[in-house]
């Protein structure tokens, strides 16, 4: 697992932000040497734009096709919606990076608090079904 905080400033709306995530991650994985990526976010409005093939008329047709572009990097790539109650970690690395100046990643590693909340999220995996 990676993570990482990347401070981006001027982002005019939050699917834009979420844009600016998926190519942000994108950009780590791929520094990492890794070729199988699955990334998950809860813009379910953002995750569907990436997904699709079609043209994108929207105002983050920049940023979806740079996400697009990046594709041929991977062996495979896949972008899937989860619902916010499953992925607090995301929205908890923010709030760890409010202070930072600069970048800051993880590789088999994050802060503490961060850790703690994704054993938590990830409770299910390991439960009998």
Not at 9 to 33: G, S, W
Not at 71 to 100: D, H, I, M
Not at 101 to 108: C, K, L, Q, S
Not at 120 to 129: A, F, G, H, R
Request: charge should be neutral; proline fraction near 5%; glycine fraction near 6%.
């Amino acid at each position: 697992m990676v993570a990482g905080i990347i401070p981006h400033h001027f982002v005019a709306n939050p699917k834009m932000a979420e844009a600016y995530v998926c190519i942000d991650a994108l950009n780590l994985v791929q520094d990492t040497r890794l070729l199988s990526v699955i990334i998950e976010g809860d813009a379910l409005t953002v995750i569907n734009m990436v997904n699709c093939s079609g043209i994108d008329q929207s105002s983050l047709r920049a940023l979806t096709k740079q996400v697009h572009d990046m594709r041929s990097f991977f062996f495979s790539l896949s972008f899937f919606y989860v619902g916010r109650s499953c992925n607090t970690v995301a929205r908890l690395l923010p709030r760890e990076g409010r202070g930072s100046f600069g970048p800051r990643f993880w590789i088999e590693e994050a802060p503490p608090i961060v850790e703690q909340v994704a054993l938590k999220d990830k409770w299910w995996v390991n439960s009998p079904i």
